[in-house]
Nanobody, 123 residues
Framework: QVQLVESGGGLVQAGDSLRLSCAAS????????VAWFRQAPGKEREFVAR????????YYADSFKGRFTISRDNAKNTVYLQMNSLKPEDTAVYYC????????????????WGQGTQVTVSS
């Protein structure tokens, strides 16, 4: 089993930056990939980025390249999402998830999920 806990969300103004954290515990993450998703009310869950735990390779949805950065700290078993130049349309609940080491953007392939952290961006 893997437990994931997100933190770092809050209320910010447009143009601000925010760093989200996802702390993992339980089984080793060495064979897993960890991803960030977000979901706004009434919308489908949207893939943001993923990172392989062992190798550290990253993949981003095109709309987030250059503005969001995913990273990991192996010693702390933590994955981060650095979000810069935030916009009101970034307002959503942000989730981290873990699953098998596969190249996918589908939330269906991720079996471990955190509870989510709310990010609200005011104009």
């Amino acid at each position: 089993q893997v437990q994931l806990v997100e933190s770092g969300g809050g209320l910010v103004q447009a143009g601000d930056s925010l760093r989200l954290s996802c702390a993992a515990s339980g089984r080793s993450l060495s064979s897993l990939t960890v991803a960030w998703f977000r979901q706004a009310p009434g919308k489908e869950r949207e893939f943001v980025a993923r990172i392989s735990w062992a190798g550290g390779s990253t993949y981003y949805a095109d709309s987030f390249k250059g503005r969001f950065t995913i990273s990991r700290d192996n010693a702390k078993n933590t994955v981060y999402l650095q979000m810069n130049s935030l916009k009101p349309e970034d307002t959503a609940v942000y989730y981290c998830a873990a699953g098998a080491l596969v190249a996918t953007m589908s939330p269906y392939r991720y079996v471990y999920w955190g509870q989510g952290t709310q990010v609200t961006v005011s104009s």
